[in-house]
């Protein structure tokens, strides 16, 4: 084959590629509430009432403590990225905020930030409060028997992406 026809062959075949690839869903990608770390924050934030309770009669021993509060950050979190978690509600508060869209910054104002979490709380607040009331009984259940697990959920929210260093060697050499 000619070097010619070959690269127009082979921009065909990337052209086709590249469109046949899915598209990111909407609100996907830069909004914060899919990013790993805010989840971790909102789990730690759950978590933290739960803990307190825990440790009311006495302060736990700080080994107890640092364990209860691992488990139960862990159960959070599984339950946030869950099909049924809050996610995309909470997606869409902050769809037109600050914290909206800041993958692409190189550089971001941290005051303007940290103002802009806290004016979204006001918004995600009674959206967690609502998802909790229903799923705390599990999650309660489940950090009583022990069973806490850093499994993922057997469905997850489609705009969360699971981190890759959380992903088998296997899968990762898939992607």
């Known amino acids: ?9 082979l921009a065909c075949a990337l052209g086709c590629a590249a469109q046949a690839a899915p598209k990111a869903p909407p609100g996907a990608g830069g909004n914060l509430a899919y990013r790993e770390t ?4 909102l789990a730690a934030q759950l978590a933290a009432p739960v803990l307190a309770a825990l440790a009311a009669p006495e302060p736990l021993p700080p080994e107890d403590r640092h364990q209860y509060e691992f488990e139960l ?9 869950a099909c049924d978690g809050p996610l995309d509600e909470i997606a869409a508060t902050l769809e037109h905020s600050y ?10 104002d941290a005051d303007q ?11 995600t607040r009674p959206i967690l ?7 705390f009984p599990a999650i309660l259940d489940t950090f009583r028997a022990s069973k806490a697990s850093t499994r993922f959920p057997d469905c997850t929210n489609p705009r969360y992406t699971i981190p890759p260093e959380a992903l088998a060697p ?3 050499r898939k992607q």
């Open 129 to 135: 409060d609502k998802w909790n009331a229903r799923v």
């Open 113 to 123: 930030l940290l103002n802009a979490l806290a004016n979204a709380a006001a918004d």
């Open 73 to 81: 950050t862990l159960l959070y979190h599984r339950a946030l990225i």
């Open 170 to 172: 296997a899968a990762r």
């Open 1 to 9: 084959m000619r070097p010619r026809r070959l690269i127009v062959v």
């Open 38 to 41: 805010y989840i971790w924050y």
């Open 99 to 108: 914290a909206a869209d800041k993958k692409g910054a190189k550089t971001v």
